[in-house]
């Protein structure tokens, strides 16, 4: 669960492009190498290098690493239009797979919000490939809870 208030264990001082940078690198976009690029509550982009432990036995961007990848991007969105002490969690995710990336390529993600409402964000990432190929469309839906959780 993302939040833009300070916690016992989640601490995000300001939201600058470094700072979130530096605060999703020891979770899962961070092992994933997820590299933002761009922040705003309007857009959100990053890049990611399509390694092999990231793969299908096929050699492409498993399925899996896309969803984590947009994920992250729309979590990141909705975290930039949260009121301080609000905090998010991903309630749904639709994924649609449209090509392949291969190991050894770099993909980008560009989010942008759909609805961006009082309990709900809605945001949508598109996937590209190195090529500038549509790899996917994921769709999110950001629950928007207080600082109570509720």
């Not at 979770?27 to 309007?42: D, F, I, K």
């Not at 749904?92 to 942008?112: K, M, R, W």
Request: a neutral charge; proline letters at 5%; aromatic letters at 4%.
């Amino acid at each position: 669960m993302l939040t833009r208030a300070t916690t016992s264990d989640c601490v995000m001082p300001t939201l600058d492009l470094p700072s979130l940078q530096k605060f999703i690198q020891p979770m899962l976009p961070g092992l994933l190498g997820v590299r933002l690029t761009e922040a705003t509550p309007e857009r959100v982009r990053a890049e990611l290098t399509v390694r092999a432990d990231l793969c299908t036995a096929g050699h492409i961007l498993h399925g899996g690493s896309y969803m984590a990848f947009a994920d992250t991007l729309g979590a990141v969105g909705t975290v930039l239009n949260l009121r301080p002490g609000q905090k998010t969690v991903t309630t749904d995710s639709s994924t649609h797979f449209i090509a392949g990336a291969p190991e050894g390529t770099v993909v980008s993600g560009e989010a942008v919000p759909l609805h961006r409402g009082r309990s709900t964000q809605v945001w949508q990432t598109t996937i590209h490939n190195a090529e500038g190929r549509l790899c996917a469309v994921v769709t999110q839906t950001q629950l928007v809870l207080d600082a109570q959780g509720s």
